[in-house]
């Protein structure tokens, strides 16, 4: 176990409606990531950060922006959520302690509808 | 061209069967690999890592990595039934320390028992 809370677990909205997802660690760890899933693409990067308002932009950052006031809250939002967005969003952390490893959260089904 | 491929699945084998799992890449510059296990409905959790080329054995199960063929696999001895899970393989650069990760689709696994 990670230390990481995603909030919510599951949220269905309506197209064009604004959706943020909370990501929370407890374990004062520099690096998060958010991924989402799909079928037949694997798990994709969507942005990450290296420190307290510090991030940068994944392979599929269109359409999402995020944002970490805090070291322990890593926030993805849908500005203006759409039928393509519905997908499983994972959070994740960097653990240096052990190889500089990626531990996952246990994901956000969003459903767009 | 997808820079990890995966076949995924899904594979049905009977309870004790060795299992092989398998992954090529094509960016010479992966350094560092991992395997995922996920559970339905769950985030993934992290099986093995590896830096460099050989078989790393842990238990039941042996990541090998060749990297002069670009080409991971997973094995799985004396499968059991909750081996049951998605295999995802995945893999980065080691400069930087960004710790992004590139995933393969993933491999469905079924053990019958």
């Known amino acids: 176990d990670a230390g990481i809370t995603q909030s919510p677990r599951h949220k269905v909205t309506e197209t064009g409606t604004p959706v943020t997802l909370r990501c929370h660690q407890t374990?004062?760890?520099?690096?998060m990531y958010w991924y989402r899933q799909d079928p037949g693409h694997g798990l994709r990067l969507i942005h990450y950060?290296?420190?307290?308002?510090?991030?940068d932009k994944g392979e599929v950052s269109d359409g999402y922006s995020v944002s970490r006031s805090k070291t322990e809250d890593f926030l993805l939002t849908l500005e203006s959520a759409t039928s393509s967005q519905t997908s499983v969003y994972f959070c994740?952390?960097?653990?240096?302690?052990?190889?500089?490893?990626?531990?996952f959260g246990e994901g956000s089904w969003l459903t767009v509808v | 061209q997808k820079e990890v491929e995966q076949d995924p699945g899904p594979l049905s084998v009977p309870e004790g069967a060795i299992v092989s799992l398998n992954c090529t890449y094509s960016?010479?510059?992966?350094?560092?690999f991992m395997w995922y296990r996920q559970y339905s409905r769950k985030g993934p959790e992290l099986l093995m890592y590896?830096?460099?080329?050989g078989n790393k054995e842990d238990g039941r199960f042996t990541a090998q990595v060749d990297k002069s063929s670009k080409y991971i696999s997973l094995f799985i001895r004396d499968s059991q039934p909750s081996d049951s899970a998605t295999y995802l393989c995945?893999?980065?650069?080691?400069?930087?320390?960004?710790?992004?990760?590139?995933f393969g689709q993933g491999t469905t696994l079924q053990v019958k028992p």
């Open positions: 994740a952390i960097k653990e240096t302690d052990s190889g500089n490893t990626i531990y």
């Open positions: 960016n010479s510059a992966f350094q560092y």
């Open positions: 950060s290296y420190g307290v308002k510090d991030t």
């Open positions: 590896t830096y460099s080329s």
């Open positions: 374990e004062n760890h520099r690096y």
């Open positions: 995945a893999m980065r650069v080691l400069s930087g320390n960004t710790g992004k990760l590139i």
